[in-house]
Structures are given as structure tokens and as C-alpha cells.
């Protein structure tokens, strides 16, 4: 059973859920897999067999979708996977490091605890009302935006119940809360907040229109893991000052300094998804950039040596890495690429994959495949990538 297992699930990952070939171009697919397909736009016109043991050659005229259902030995519904005919695109690889600034949509609740009230008594006026992960957008119908805001509503509260308007997983909530004074006769909900993150990244891509995309995967809040639900953010100009270097079990990391001041804003931030960070740049941030350059769609990849563009002093340099393994479909979808680093000067440096670096650009044959995302602990000289269509794909 656990062969037959293995076996299916090698078959599922060849043959991913999610396809894209150029538009006026013809595209071969090699799953070479035990199953048929039958390709179709709706389930009202025409649809076309194949067999998924040889090679397919796909042809699409214009933007389009198609459905492409498969089945494991020309009989069993395995799994479907959407086609999509896109145009050619074209981005710039940047490979700059970046300050990110984000706030939260709402005062994030990182968790709830206890403390002890003014007759000594240990109370939790939260616990099992508020839970880590609660944006509290409202309170007594004013709406909150900082975690200032709250403290100050909280502290004038006279000891009255507080109406609470939160989001919790995407479905909006009332709930009740009585403050309780402490120690120092100071009222509490005895609740941990955040309303905003920030840090060092790298900048992946800008298109012609200065729409940009960075990290490679999203800004998950430290404390409670879960993707951070952001209302605005900015991008800012940063400069490394330090790099430590990478060890087995001890990541490394750039250091810089990022200037907060409009001044040095590079632009702004409107999306944060698992895929990455994605925005528009000042006007002024966007010219005299390297020429654009096509991408590769994850069919095209192929195992062997690949670039990636970075910054570890003053500008971005190409550093040699090597591409180990390829998963067209990965239930991590910042994890599709495997990566070794094999460039001396950036093993002397950083000794392979550091963080700051997620983001970085990798490029194979002229094309930029993917995005640096992840460094393997135990050895920093490998780490992840995401692939690029993904990326553009959650940019929208």
C-alpha cells in the first residue's frame, strides 16, 4: 500500500494543477504518466483526447482558459488542471534589498493572558473571547486603526463592557469584553496586540508600468504564523551594512538600514499574499532600469546551472547557483525550486542563502524563473524558489 501510495503521488506531482503555454506559440508538455486527458473550453463545445503518456503539443491562438481533466489509466477521475493561454511577458529583475513596512488591517491580537487585579487576584478578562489571530477592527462601533487607539479607548473605558467588532478568519464577529483594573488601578483586557511589521527583503521584479513584486513569499506574523491581513505599506530604500554568515543550524542574515522618511520611499505596497508583496514604484524608481527580460514558465525549467541576482555590498551581482529539482506541483507553493549555491564568492561571503535574500531574482538561459524564498537550516548552501508565473499570477 505504501508503494502504490508513493507511486500515485509521484504521478499527481508530474502532472500539475495549474499550466500556462504562450499564446501564438506551440508548447510540448511531457508528463509521461499512465492517464489520458480530455481538453475542453466549457462543457458545452468540442473536447479533445490525449493520451498523457507521450508528449503533448498544446497551440493556443489568443488568451484563453481551457480544462484539461484527467484520468489515471484512461478510466479513474484523477485530478483537473487549468490551461491558461497568456501573451509573452516581459519583466526587469531587480535583486535590490528593500525596507517593507506594512500595517495591519485592524490590531492583530497576538494572544491573551493574565494578570493580577487590584485585590491581587490573577484574572483573564479575555481568554477564550479574543483568540491569537483576531483582528479588532471596532470598538463600540469607533473604528480602530492602532494599537494607540485601543490602549486609549481601553484606559478611559470607566470600567464599562467593551463592544468589539473582530475578523477571524474572514468572518466578521461582535463580541463582548469586560476591562478589569490591575495592580496599579489601571484597566486591562489582558491582551498582547500588533499593528504593523517591518523588515529587510529583496526586490524581485518591476514591469514596464512600475508594478512590482518582492520576497517571494508573504509577511506572516512572527508570533501567531498566519499571514498578515495589511491595510497599507510602503517600500523603502535600504542599505546593507553587515552580513552574518551562514551556518549548519544557524541561518545567516543581512543587516542594513532602512530609511523610514518619504524621502527615500521607493513606493507603495498594496498586497500581501503567500506568493509575495506586490505594489507600484515611484515614477523616479522605475527609469533607468536594466532592460526587461522574458520569463520562463515552469514547463521550461530545466535542472543544471541558473543565476541569481543580488546585493551583498553595493549593487546587484549575478552569483552562480545550480537548479537540483524541479516540482511542478508542490503543496508549498513557495518551495517549486531547489537551489545550491556553487559560487565561491558568495559562499566566502554569506556562505550560501541568507535571510534578506528572499526575493532574489533566479535566472536560467535569459529568463527569470523564480524567486529565492527559503534557506535549508541545516545547510545554507541550499534553500527554495518560487516560480515566477506565480508569482505574477498573485500579483493579478
Not at 4 to 21: A, D, E, G, L, R
Not at 206 to 213: L, V, Y
Amino acid at each position: 500500500m505504501t508503494l502504490c501510495s508513493t507511486w500515485i503521488w509521484n504521478i499527481w506531482n508530474k502532472v500539475p494543477s495549474n499550466i500556462h503555454v504562450r499564446a501564438g506559440q506551440e508548447q510540448g508538455l511531457e508528463f509521461y504518466v499512465p492517464a489520458t486527458a480530455t481538453i475542453y473550453k466549457n462543457q458545452n463545445q468540442e473536447k479533445v483526447s490525449v493520451d498523457l503518456n507521450q508528449e503533448l503539443t498544446f497551440y493556443g491562438e489568443a488568451e484563453d482558459t481551457y480544462t484539461m481533466e484527467v484520468n489515471l489509466f484512461g478510466f479513474i477521475p484523477f485530478k483537473q488542471t487549468a490551461v491558461s493561454v497568456i501573451q509573452e511577458k516581459k519583466v526587469i529583475p531587480i535583486g535590490e534589498p528593500v525596507g517593507i513596512y506594512v500595517q495591519t488591517d485592524g490590531v492583530l491580537v497576538i494572544d491573551t493572558g493574565s494578570f493580577l487585579s487590584e485585590n491581587g487576584e490573577k484574572v483573564a478578562p479575555s481568554k477564550n473571547v479574543l483568540l491569537p489571530g483576531d483582528y479588532i477592527y471596532e470598538v463600540n462601533k469607533q473604528n480602530i486603526e492602532s494599537k494607540e487607539e485601543l490602549m486609549e479607548i481601553i484606559g478611559n473605558c470607566a470600567g464599562h463592557s467593551l463592544k468589539m467588532g473582530i475578523r477571524r478568519k474572514e468572518t466578521n464577529y461582535e463580541v463582548q469584553v469586560e476591562p478589569l483594573k490591575d495592580k496599579k488601578g489601571e484597566y486591562k483586557l489582558g491582551i498582547w496586540v500588533r499593528d504593523n511589521a517591518q523588515g529587510i527583503g529583496t526586490l524581485t521584479f518591476a514591469d514596464e508600468n512600475g508594478c512590482f513584486g518582492a520576497l517571494g513569499h508573504g509577511i506572516n506574523d512572527v508570533d501567531t504564523t498566519n499571514l498578515m491581513e495589511m491595510k497599507v505599506g510602503g517600500l523603502y530604500k535600504a542599505d546593507i551594512i553587515s552580513i552574518a554568515k551562514g551556518m549548519k543550524g544557524n541561518p545567516g542574515e543581512l543587516t542594513g538600514v532602512i530609511a523610514y522618511s518619504n524621502r527615500y520611499k521607493l513606493g507603495e505596497i498594496y498586497q500581501n499574499t503567500k506568493e509575495g508583496v506586490y505594489g507600484v514604484l515611484n515614477t523616479e524608481n522605475i527609469e533607468n532600469r536594466e532592460t526587461s527580460i522574458p520569463i520562463a514558465l515552469k514547463q521550461e525549467i530545466e535542472k543544471g546551472e541558473a543565476k541569481i541576482l543580488c546585493t551583498i555590498s553595493n549593487e546587484p551581482e549575478l552569483f552562480d547557483v545550480e537548479i537540483t529539482d524541479i516540482h511542478l506541483e508542490n503543496d508549498n507553493i513557495n518551495r517549486g525550486l531547489e537551489i545550491t549555491v556553487i559560487d565561491e564568492r558568495l559562499l566566502n561571503v554569506t556562505g550560501g542563502i541568507v535571510q534578506g535574500m528572499s526575493g532574489s531574482p533566479i535566472i536560467q538561459d535569459g529568463k527569470l524563473v523564480g524567486a529565492v524564498t527559503h534557506v535549508l537550516v541545516n545547510d545554507p548552501t541550499m534553500g527554495y524558489g518560487i516560480f515566477i508565473e506565480n508569482m505574477l499570477d498573485a500579483a493579478g
